[in-house]
């Protein structure tokens, strides 16, 4: 794999080698930084173009104090006192005390399908680059951004190139139109400064070409783990059938091994780490081949803009979670079996099962107000059939269960309204046809790579099984107004379907920051000025 080195000046380099464990690899620890520049680092790391060395070189150095690591280079690895880790981890096997140390890792020029990889696990925090914040116009060392990877060869590799360089070329062509439109369309109102305006403006533009680029399209994301996340997200990652995970797996324990080597020490031993990808991979292959005999699939390359499945399906629900809900309510404040309060509940009157919901609920001042654990009694399932930049929203909340589908063109693609508007229907459509195109070209001799082909507006599959608590954190974050309208209509049908289909009123009720309007604006106006009101406002 391929990845750009970035050029800094002797001067710079110097700087760098104190905090970063590399200077010349996509991927590198933080090292040596207070804890709130890493997080504040990786919070203005998702929203710019730049790297994140870049970033803290053009934004940062000037208000540290290094006086204190002028000595320090964390690029030959740190010196750790490890007795007491290899004793108790290695020795005996003590996987909690690989929880009690955490790295800050910056994972750079990964493919928007490694970014989902990076992104499967429950116990890691990941921040990634937006694409409503940010132009991909920009080229990478005079190239598009996109990963080209290395087992495409001769015409395939012609091929892939000449379609994706298509692809970025009608985006960099379209952003300045639609951009042109957003002004025209929504004028800057009395009161809003340039800096607000332009970032509405911006954020509409991009939102609305997002679905043109591909899933090649590289991302940086930022991690921060313990080591037991990493562990298993490099045992994931080994396994998977994606090369550029496996080569990217490589890079991440090499980068690892220099702050927290105890803790990865059983990833690469062929008894331990060896054994458990080999499990894996072996698991997966077996389903695969039963699930090819035991489905006729045939994902043909269609490549519309017609969907072949509803956009949410509630699949599956308990008829009684509503009065099992209720009777988690009353447990702690009781001395009686669940047993006997579901019996009472169900004896309960309308107005006294409103009153005790509401007790539990109380007002919500704000949607961060969330009721406690017994709205965990009632689950639900739901089958999403949406864009694929909706999904990559919607899979960040990585506590509700999630599986998705390989990425294809066969569910057809997205045509966002404001495209429409500005006219600019026909070359979005154009493009989209080449995506497909290139889809099925690649799809028999590289079906897993093929995904690289697929751009964000193709629509994808996915389940996503979640608790009432879980539901109401989602759903009322994703249906904000300043949210996507692709996800926020996902997120609406989902919290219908809980009150109508499920019949859970109550608890839909108490999703009371659920927001069901209908956006025709600048979705991100109210938020920059609440942005802007936060920067200006004095110090505390």
Partial sequence: MRYVEEPFTDEEAVVLRRYFTNLDGPVFALVNLPEVVKGALFARYSRTHKSLRRL???????????SGDLTVDATIGLKRAEDLYERVFVQYGDDSVAQLGGVHLACEQASNVLTKVLEWGRLAAYLEQSTRYIEYDRRLDGRFRYLRPPEFRSSVAAEYIATMDAIFTTYRDLLPQMTDWARERFPKQRGD???VYKSAIRA??????RGLLPASTLSNVGIYGTGQAYEALLLRMRAHPLPEARTYARSMLTELRKVIPSFLKRVDRPDRGGAWTAYLERTREATRELADRFVDDDDGDAGGSRPDRPMVTLLDWDPAGEDKV???????HTQRREADLLDLVSRMGVADRAALVQAYVGDRVNRRHKPGRAFERTDYRFDIC???GAFRDLQRHRMLTVEWQQLTTRHGYELPAPIAEAGLAEPY??????SAELHALLVEQFPVQAQYAVSLGYRIGFVMQCNAREAMHMLELRTSPQGHPSYRAVCQEMHRLIAE??????????????????TDGLERLDAERASERRRSAPAT
């Fill in 386 to 388: 949406c864009d694929y």
């Fill in 326 to 332: 209720l009777a988690a309510i009353l447990y702690p």
């Fill in 193 to 195: 400064s340039d800096m």
């Fill in 429 to 434: 459509h154009e493009a989209m046809g080449r």
């Fill in 56 to 66: 803290f070189l053009d934004e940062f150095v000037g208000d540290l104090d290094m």
């Fill in 501 to 518: 289909q499920a019949g859970h009123g109550l608890l839909a009720d108490a999703m009371r920051h659920v927001d069901h309007g209908v």
């Fill in 204 to 209: 509409k533009a991009c939102d609305a070409l």
